[in-house]
């Protein structure tokens, strides 16, 4: 009789090189570096203290997942008011690498949202050129690989989504930003919204992506939307698909990937979506694992949040090796460089029977 497979441990998981797809910058604060960048820039937060930021941190848990949504994106915004120089840019992408740098995740694609730093008089220059420059200094000193994915708020009108894609055109043109995505508010914001904006952000060489957030009113019809109207390459989320069992042979046959995010709030017990998240792996979709707000959420960052994961849905190695495979085929990266990810993975095949 054969042995079951085994099951991925904490030194497994470690010994993974990981790839992270879906990350906001902004949403990697943690209460302490709240109260640091507030102190330096003379916010109203100034005068807070730790206790009193971190139980600003315990939202969820309405019984309504609209209602959940928007308290954690009063936080997430309420500690975007906190970056407004340069260098909070490149301290806090900084900070985010050097935590990838020490969990073995080999490359990251950083969303960040300039509609919500322009808006209040911050320059693009000083959001664009302190986050890249973050990144070279980060694969410099650690050898950590990231791209950044301008993230347009889709709460926000068409117009603005366009006077951001001009402002941000020098900055695509060299190379700086690869991707671009949609964030924020799902609620009345479907995908066909941002249709004349994603063309033109085709056109302008950007790889595409947009969050269906999960159980939202009509996320269904959502992704749909952001497969046939927007052409995304990738989905944010994008969890509901398997109440549609055309739109999953659609995003299988398309390769389309999904960035899913196990992830749990202070007031969870555990890892959230795990036997969803399961489901889309039978189902052969490319679905991949990710940490999306590290500083807001109990999960933490990805190195973090694989092991308890991978103990909670009872993950096989193999299983964990394949989400990681799923981030470095779904990464915008260019084929020699993904299949040296990929070969690193396989070496430890191996361990995985
Ligand atoms: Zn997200």
Known sequence: MNAPPLLADAAFCAALPKAELHLHIEGTLTPAQKLALARRNRHAMASM?????????????????????????????????????RSDFFDTALAYLDQCHREGVRYAEISFDPQAHTSRGVPMADVVVG???????????????????????????????????DEAAPYRECGWIVGLGLDSNEAGNPPSKFVEVY????????????????????????????????????IDHGINCLEDPDLIEQLRQRGTCLTACPTWRLRDPQPRRVERIRAMLQHGLRVTINSDDPGLLASGTLGRMLPRVAAHGRFTRAEMAQFCRNAFQGAWIDGPTQAAYLRQIDFLKPACV
């Open 199 to 234: 063309r033109r952000a085709r056109e302008q060489g950007y790889r595409l992506t947009a969050h269906c957030d999960v159980d939202q009113v009509d996320s269904v019809k959502h992704i749909w939307q952001c497969i046939e109207l927007l052409g995304v390459e990738r």
């Open 131 to 165: 986050l890249y420059e973050a990144l070279q200094y980060g694969r410099a000193t650690w050898g950590v690989q990231a791209q950044l994915i301008l993230c347009i708020n889709r709460d926000r009108s068409v117009d603005s989504a366009l006077a951001t894609l």
């Open 49 to 85: 203290t730790l206790e009193q930021i971190e139980q600003t941190h315990h939202f969820g848990g309405s019984g309504s997942p609209e209602v959940d949504l928007k308290q954690m994106l009063d936080c997430y915004y309420g500690g975007i008011e906190l970056l407004s120089t």
